[in-house]
């Protein structure tokens, strides 16, 4: 009898101490920072948003490549990817991305959903962690427009098909916060994600450890100061629809900062209060900001570095009061003459960059709160097209999106930005390993 008890309490053991293994492999959060492993998690990180369309086997899908670009981040210490989970369709839209995900209202593209599958195991086997996100308030994934146009608003006005009218554009997918079958739709498709198995791993997406947190969208917006409350609302029900499915990963917005709650710091510290979002979220664009030059890069750069120390230093400010993490998740530039192929070099380019990886170095050396940030973007082996700027089927995907130029802000495996990534990433990650945190 007592040998049965013993054999029955070590085997209790070795399961609790299994479990313990599986938790402590999810990014968790104390206080202000990240913790991966029992140790804080301090990272440098990309935007990929392409990467499950590179893992299909359909239609732009290139898994030998996708393989080749997992390898050649891993070995220069790009261990984040931000993914977009979901482009909703049809396929024949201007400026956006082509093949979608989900084709319309509930009905989805499997082969895509088994390229989001495919992704995820791959990053596995190479313990990088994802930031998936569902919804987009800009055009080229569909998002908020769709919603509104397959709930009968009428076609979206393509702010680059109308003379660059993005008020227009704005004034149309603003509409989304008050429209709900829209918002009921969304709430759908989040339902449908997350109860969703990986058929390569059989892993249930809410038990996978490779997935770092659920974003509710890129660039989530109000789009006016009377949508505010309408925007809080939504971001604060979905992040609560969100944990209520999935209480083992992450929630963030995907925000911009103030630049995304209509300039209101205030707003954006009161909506990132809210106990189901986990961490925050900024994005810096100095050039579409004005902050930058295109046609004199080099003489508005430090304005443009001056700027952005001031935006991330509001911004930390804030995470410190909310006792959150907080990631730099987008920031790009483009190169230095602002053409869009590998010949233009990226001095300027390299110099911002330098400036954002070394802020998050120095916060892993003091326990800090800037956690971490994903450049925009990684595009790895792919080339632009020299025959046109925008893309069409059958070119490469890359790092800029189907409404921007192709290459205008793209990080190529061939560019001197590859060497200083791996500079800073190696030095964050010694920093990682000694376990430094404010306690």
């Known amino acids: 009898m007592k040998r049965i008890k013993l054999t029955i309490l070590l085997a209790l053991l070795l399961v609790t101490n299994l479990q313990a293994q599986v938790a402590s492999q999810f990014v968790t959060t104390d206080g202000s920072q990240f913790i991966l492993e029992g140790k804080p998690y301090y990272y440098i990180g990309a935007n990929y948003w392409y990467g499950a369309i590179l893992g299909s086997t359909g239609e732009a899908g290139n898994q030998e490549r996708l393989l080749q670009e997992l390898d050649f981040m891993k070995r220069n210490g790009i261990t ?63 998002g908020y427009g769709q919603y509104l146009n397959w709930n009968g608003y009428g076609d979206i006005p393509y702010a680059l098909a109308n003379n660059n009218d993005w008020a227009g554009f704005m004034n149309y997918v603003g509409q989304f916060l008050n429209c709900e079958p829209c918002k009921s739709q969304f709430a759908n498709h989040v339902k449908f994600m997350l109860n969703r198995t990986n058929q390569f791993t059989n892993k249930k997406y809410t038990e996978d450890p490779t997935i770092m947190s659920w974003q509710i969208a ?82 508005t750069i430090d304005k443009a570095i001056a700027n952005t120390k001031e935006y991330m230093d509001q911004h930390m400010a804030v995470a410190r009061d909310l006792q959150k993490p907080i990631v730099m998740e987008e920031f790009g530039l483009p190169r230095d003459q602002h053409t869009y192929n590998l010949k233009d070099k990226t001095t300027y380019r390299d110099k911002y960059y330098s400036y954002v990886f070394d802020r998050v170095l120095q916060s892993a050396r003091a326990g800090g709160e800037l956690a971490g940030c994903n450049f925009w973007a990684f595009s790895g082996t792919a080339r632009p097209n020299p025959a046109r700027e925008f893309w069409a089927s059958g070119d490469d995907l890359m790092g800029d999106p189907p409404q921007e130029e192709q290459g205008l802000n793209s990080v190529f495996d061939q560019d001197s930005t590859i060497p200083i990534i791996k500079k800073y990433a190696d030095a964050i990650q010694k920093e990682t390993k000694k376990g430094k945190s404010k306690k």
């Open 80 to 142: 984040n990817l931000r993914i977009l989970a979901g482009a909703q369709g049809p396929n024949d839209q201007p400026y956006r991305v082509s093949p979608a995900l989900e084709m319309a209202p509930g009905e989805y593209n499997d082969t895509l959903l088994a390229g989001l599958d495919f992704l995820l195991a791959e990053m596995g086997k190479r313990n990088m962690k994802a930031v998936l996100y569902f919804n987009n308030s800009w055009e080229w994934s569909g």
């Open 218 to 299: 890129n660039e989530p917006r109000a789009f006016s100061k009377e949508n505010l409350p309408a925007y809080e609302l939504w971001i604060s029900s979905t992040a609560a629809l969100i944990k209520s499915i999935d209480k083992q990963h992450l929630v963030s917005t995907g925000s911009e900062g103030s630049h995304g709650t209509e300039g209101s710091l205030e707003d954006y510290k009161r909506i990132h209060a809210d106990s189901n979002i986990d961490y925050v979220t900024m994005h810096i664009w100095p050039k579409n900001w004005g902050w930058l030059d295109a046609k004199n890069i080099g003489g």
